[in-house]
C-alpha cells in the first residue's frame, strides 16, 4: 500500500467554484501533513501546512482527521491561476524529514 | 537569486553513460535532498544529506552516487544509465532534518532522457 494516496482527477471546475481534493495516509504514526502544490513543468512549492484543529489560508481550509488518515484541501471561489497539481504530502517516521508525497490531484479552472 | 539551482536543467543521453546533475542552495539550509519523479508524477526521495553528512538513503540502485562537497551543494552521479532512469530529479533543500518542518525548497527539475 502507498503511503499516501490521491485520486489523481483531473477536476474540471468553473471559476468561482468550490472544490475538495482528499487524500489518505497508511501511516497511523505520521505527525507532520501538508499540500504543495506543483505548476506543469515546474517545482512542487508548499501551499500550507494542516493543522490538526484545521486551518485556513484565504480561498484556502485544510482539515486533518487523524482517526480516519484523511487529509482534506478546499478551495473557495476557484481562480484561473489555481490551475495546478496539488500533492498531499505526510512525513514518514523513518526519521530525518523524510516526506512522502502523494501522485496529486489536477486541477484545472475554466473560465 | 534563485535559491536551490541546479544544472543542467535538460540532459538527454544515450544508455550505458555516465552522468552528473549539480545542485547548489544559498538559503544556508543544513538539509539537501535529491527527489526522482517518473512519468506518472510520482515524486519520490532517493537521498538526503544533513550538512555534508547521508542520512536518508532509500533503495536506490548503487550507480546513482550523491555527493555533497559542502552544506551548500548536492550533486548526484549516475553511472551506466538505463530507460528507466529517464525522469525529472529534482534537488531541495530544508532548515533542519529533524523536527519535520515540511518546508521542502526544491529546484527546478532536471529533466533526463535516457535513449
Known amino acids: 500500500r502507498k503511503e499516501v494516496e490521491q485520486d489523481p482527477g483531473p477536476f474540471n471546475v468553473p471559476e468561482g467554484a468550490t472544490v475538495a481534493f482528499n487524500c489518505t495516509y497508511s501511516?497511523?504514526?505520521?505527525?507532520?501533513f501538508f499540500w504543495y502544490r506543483q505548476d506543469c513543468r515546474k517545482e512542487p512549492k508548499l501551499l500550507m501546512s494542516?493543522?490538526?484543529s484545521g486551518n485556513e489560508d484565504g480561498r484556502f481550509t485544510a482539515q486533518l482527521n487523524r482517526a480516519s488518515q484523511y487529509i482534506s484541501l478546499l478551495i473557495r471561489d476557484s481562480k484561473l491561476s489555481d490551475s495546478a497539481t496539488y500533492l498531499c504530502?505526510?512525513?514518514?517516521?523513518?526519521?530525518?524529514?523524510?516526506?512522502?508525497f502523494g501522485t496529486g490531484t489536477r486541477l484545472t479552472v475554466i473560465p | 537569486d534563485t535559491a536551490v539551482s541546479q544544472t543542467p536543467k535538460y540532459l538527454v543521453t544515450q544508455m550505458g553513460n555516465d552522468k552528473s546533475i549539480k545542485c547548489e542552495q544559498n538559503?544556508?539550509?543544513?538539509?539537501m535532498y535529491w527527489y526522482k519523479q517518473d512519468s506518472k508524477k510520482f515524486l519520490k526521495i532517493m537521498f538526503s544529506?544533513?550538512?555534508?553528512?547521508?542520512?536518508i538513503n532509500e533503495t536506490v540502485p548503487n550507480r546513482f552516487s550523491p555527493k555533497s562537497p559542502d552544506k551548500a551543494h548536492l550533486n548526484l552521479h549516475i553511472n551506466s544509465l538505463e530507460l528507466g532512469d529517464s525522469a525529472v530529479y529534482f534537488c531541495?533543500?530544508?532548515?533542519?532534518?529533524?523536527?519535520?518542518?515540511?518546508?521542502?525548497?526544491f529546484g527546478e527539475g532536471s529533466r533526463l532522457t535516457v535513449l
Open positions: 531541495a533543500s530544508s532548515r533542519i532534518a529533524t523536527g519535520n518542518t515540511g518546508e521542502l525548497f
Open positions: 501511516n497511523s504514526a505520521s505527525q507532520s
Open positions: 494542516v493543522y490538526s
Open positions: 504530502v505526510v512525513n514518514g517516521v523513518t526519521g530525518a524529514n523524510n516526506l512522502f
Open positions: 538559503l544556508g539550509h543544513d538539509t
Open positions: 544529506y544533513n550538512n555534508k553528512e547521508l542520512i
